[in-house]
């Protein structure tokens, strides 16, 4: 019985495709591994490219990674760009190939076939949408032509406020040029939820980017060299370029085709192995969906990282069999930055969670991103969320200028491992007064979820909740300059000696700067009979400038 294959075929490169290659290279010296891709370039570092349309990576051949002279000296790849597969035909084991250099046609037998095409951006059939100011960005090409367009642009259009939405609206913006995003969501950054979003808002506003929320695309209309965006309220944008960052589809339609089972939205269903329903065809990256780990759900998570480790999987399996490491889902950890703020996500947000009908608690808590008495600390604000039944970590959000990514990937590490909210109080996490806290904003996310479940921490989530007196337990000068509406100033050192001036017939929230002191003043009051809370995230997290 054959164990080595004598001919991989897979269709797409960059990292899903190219790790699958480079993975099979590493098991076997004998295997055939031909790798078709219907562009130029088969290897380049995709998430990168806003930053070269900005000028912060000035060399375009730093994006690839590796080109297909160097995987064939590598790897010993066979090597076919400009080659487009056509169809597959499953009984035969043979795909259809088209060059695009030359228009012939040609069958390739395989005895295992990798899916990696990707997906493509969503390019909605409005009105105008075929005007040629108008651009997505998956790959070199767009990337050059994108550079080229905004050479000449004084002002550009982004719609859709994602990720690389926000990461070309930062970088047009850094070579001069005036930037709006319009985006339909009534927030940018749709995949985080409302609140851990404001101060990147504020940021883009400082920065002169106008920012269009709640409002989206009609059509698009040529006036003169501009180009005129007609928007659902009835609005019109003129701009001189318009980048559409709308979001992604698939490029499953091969697999269609070919009679590949897909799942709900257009994702080929793949098993942990990556393997599809047909037992000689796998399908790695953007255009598969995988098991959802933390609620055993299917997922599509079109991010580069789970697509190389999916690559790897998909050979292993290949040449391992059952002995293989099978790929244990995608929890979507994602970050970005904008200007001096990041933000970013990782498992499930208190919006998604809501969709699902799953219940959850939630905190936001606030921190500094190294010791608070150590020069540059920054702060922090991160939301954790779990599970009421037994604690376990469903996601959580961090946002702020320094140490996001950091708290970030450490809780992906407890969503992997399932931990639950009394092993982040208790992680022992790196410190240093120049790299950390003594009780890191992971811990004290973890303490004040412990407070929650344990009756000591009785939250409000904002400052709408009616019937309650507020009491800004912040120093004079603090409230004075962020004002809290409504609120009573009793600085916390005063609170025991002035608890006459609070109703004890009205609940009482309290709220410092960061969240913390106001912890301290519920107790306080609680202990003295009160019906006290404390406000989530402070007046820092509250108040909006």
Not at 208 to 218: A, K
Not at 253 to 265: H, I
Request: glycine share 10%.
């Amino acid at each position: 019985m054959k164990t080595t294959p004598d001919t991989i075929v897979i269709i797409g490169g960059v990292a899903g495709g190219a790790s699958a290659a480079a993975r099979a290279r590493r098991h076997s010296e004998a295997a055939h591994i031909i790798l078709l891709e219907r562009g130029p370039d088969v290897s380049f570092a995709n998430c990168g490219l806003p930053y070269h349309i900005g000028g912060e990576i000035p060399d375009r051949a730093d994006l690839a990674v590796q080109t297909p002279d160097s995987l064939r000296a590598l790897l010993n790849l066979d090597v076919r760009t400009l080659t487009e597969a056509i169809s597959i035909d499953r009984s035969n084991q043979q795909v259809l190939v088209r060059s695009l250099a030359d228009s012939s046609e040609s069958l390739i037998s395989y005895d295992k076939l990798i899916l990696a095409p990707g997906a493509s951006p969503l390019r909605p059939p409005l009105p105008g949408i075929d005007s040629p100011l108008i651009h997505t960005l998956r790959n070199l090409q767009d990337m050059d032509r994108i550079k080229q367009a905004a050479a000449s642009a004084q002002h550009v259009a982004i719609i859709g406020a994602g990720f690389i939405g926000l990461e070309m609206a930062e970088q047009l913006h850094e070579i001069g040029k005036q930037v709006s995003v319009i985006e339909l969501q009534p927030q940018i950054l749709p995949q985080l939820d409302a609140e851990m979003v404001r101060p990147l808002e504020d940021t883009l506003r400082d920065k002169g980017i106008e920012l269009i929320l709640g409002d989206g695309i009609d059509g698009f209309e040529m006036i003169s060299n501009q180009i005129s965006a007609k928007l659902k309220s009835g609005k019109n944008l003129a701009t001189d370029l318009v980048i559409l960052s709308i979001g992604v589809r698939p490029e499953s339609g091969l697999a269609k085709a070919a009679g590949l089972e897909l799942g709900p939205r257009g994702h080929i269903v793949v098993d942990s192995y990556q393997l599809t329903s047909d037992p000689h065809i796998y399908a790695v990256g953007d255009v598969c969906e995988t098991e959802d780990p933390i609620l055993g759900k299917r997922t599509a998570i079109p991010l580069g990282g789970p697509a190389n480790r999916q690559g790897r999987t998909a050979a292993d399996h290949i040449f391992l069999g059952e002995k293989a490491l099978r790929y244990p889902g995608s929890i979507g950890t994602a970050i970005v930055r904008v200007f001096d703020h990041a933000a970013g996500i990782t498992g499930y947000s208190e919006t998604r969670l809501k969709q699902e009908g799953v219940s959850y608690q939630t905190v936001t808590v606030n921190g500094s991103s190294h010791a608070s008495y150590y020069p540059g600390s920054e702060t922090i604000t991160l939301k954790l969320l779990w599970s009421p039944e037994d604690g376990r970590v469903l996601g959580a959000q961090a946002s702020g200028k320094d140490g996001v990514d950091k708290r970030l990937d450490v809780i992906a590490t407890a969503l992997r491992g399932r931990l639950n909210i009394d092993d982040l109080a208790h992680l022992e996490l790196a410190y240093a007064p120049p790299f950390g806290s003594a009780k890191d904003v992971v811990n004290v996310a973890g303490f004040a979820a412990g407070n929650m479940r344990d009756g000591l921490l009785v939250p409000v989530a904002d400052l709408a909740s009616a019937g309650a007196q507020i009491i800004d337990v912040r120093p004079a000068a603090s409230a004075a300059k962020l004002p809290v509406p409504g609120a009573k100033n009793i600085p916390l050192p005063q609170l025991r000696s002035r608890l006459a001036e609070i109703d004890r017939s009205q609940p009482v929230f309290t709220v410092c700067q960061m969240g913390k002191t106001s912890y301290f003043a519920a107790r306080i009051l609680a202990n003295h009979g009160f019906d006290a809370r404390s406000i989530l995230g402070g007046a820092h997290h509250q108040v909006r400038k």
